[in-house]
């Protein structure tokens, strides 16, 4: 019994051993894939064609973003079906290094005008930041007879139809502020979807179009060099960039407001802790005096919040835009 007890005591020791070792190895994987993420570039999905507010956006905080990550995020733009084929790609993506920016128009808006989407908006995806809120402002191509908003819509009701305004798209930003408009001013004018941004200015800047409501980044050189008049601003306040323009406002329409707003997501799959770094980094990113002053010099206002508020953000917006679009009857192409 006393020869057998030192054997007893080192079989006992061995077992203890090895337990230890093999509830370690778990709480050990996670950190070290953890310190990994990124392992390569991560690509940012944007879900319009070059030349729009979503791009400048996206530019602004990938570079900043990547030096906090410390690689490369490019920017990869895929327009498309009102921006759900880059969803629907993100979505699906298992790479782990896929992101896609977020906006009202996927996010607040398709969710309500598709009677089906390949991919479900609240489930499929991660919300990560809130970036930056664009403007949206009313303009009109400079040969139109118009100086202000009120001209505007005088000019909207004598003559019903007869005007036009263009958008990026059904479902779209610029496509919500106008339906806003004609449906607080109770006027009729003609919707001309377009595939992007880029492609409806081309056309509004050659005078076939006659207005359009876009994110102020995309159109403010336009305006102060005169080929487009802007007649209203769809913030609360007017901006410092154009103090003589006024509000829809105070134009006649108390309590208006229309801002559009980018943010970052991530596919339901990306790990907690990824989705925490690059929120972090995102804070850092629209706190950092090299994206923030592109960004406030073409009247974008950065934000940079956390997944939580972010959630809840997109949650109050979905709210807002699913009345807006019942009662403007928005469908997609």
Excluded at 69 to 85: D, H, R, W, Y
Excluded at 193 to 221: E, H
Excluded at 228 to 246: E, M, N, S
Excluded at 300 to 325: C, L
Aim: proline share 8%.
């Amino acid at each position: 019994m006393h020869a057998s007890e030192p054997i007893a005591r080192r079989a006992a020791l061995k077992a203890v051993t090895s337990l230890v070792a093999a509830s370690a190895f778990p709480v050990m994987v996670p950190a070290i894939a953890q310190a990994a993420w990124p392992s390569k570039p991560i690509r940012l999905l944007v879900p319009f064609a070059p030349g729009g507010s979503s791009e400048i956006v996206a530019r602004s905080a990938a570079n900043e973003i990547g030096k906090s990550l410390g690689q490369t995020v490019f920017v990869e733009n895929k327009p498309g079906a009102s921006g759900n084929i880059a969803m629907a790609e993100c979505a699906q993506s298992t790479d782990g290094h896929t992101l896609i920016l977020g906006h009202i128009g996927t996010f607040a808006v398709n969710p309500f005008i598709f009677d089906k989407l390949p991919f479900d908006t609240n489930k499929d995806f991660k919300p990560i930041s809130l970036l930056a809120k664009v403007p949206s402002l009313y303009v009109v191509h400079a040969d139109l007879p118009v100086k202000n908003l009120k001209e505007f819509i005088a000019l909207a009701k004598a003559k019903p139809g007869s005007l036009n305004y263009g958008s990026a798209g059904n479902g779209s930003a610029g496509h919500l502020a106008f339906e806003y408009l004609k449906m607080v001013s109770s006027t009729f004018v003609l919707h001309v979807p377009y595939r992007g941004t880029g492609p409806q200015l081309t056309d509004l800047l050659a005078g076939r179009l006659d207005a359009a409501s876009v994110g102020a980044p995309a159109i403010l050189a336009h305006i102060k060099s005169g080929k487009l008049r802007c007649i209203a601003t769809g913030t609360k306040d007017r901006l410092a960039q154009l103090p003589d323009v006024p509000t829809v406002a105070e134009s006649g329409y108390p309590g208006f407001e229309m801002t559009q707003w980018y943010g970052l997501n991530a596919p339901a799959n990306m790990p907690p802790e990824a989705v925490a770094k690059i929120a972090d980094a995102c804070a850092k990113a629209m706190k950092n005096p090299l994206a923030t002053e592109r960004l406030r010099g073409d009247t974008a206002q950065p934000v940079g919040d956390t997944p939580a508020q972010y959630a809840a953000f997109i949650k109050t917006e979905q709210a807002r835009w699913k009345q807006v679009t019942a009662r403007a009857s928005i469908k997609p192409d």
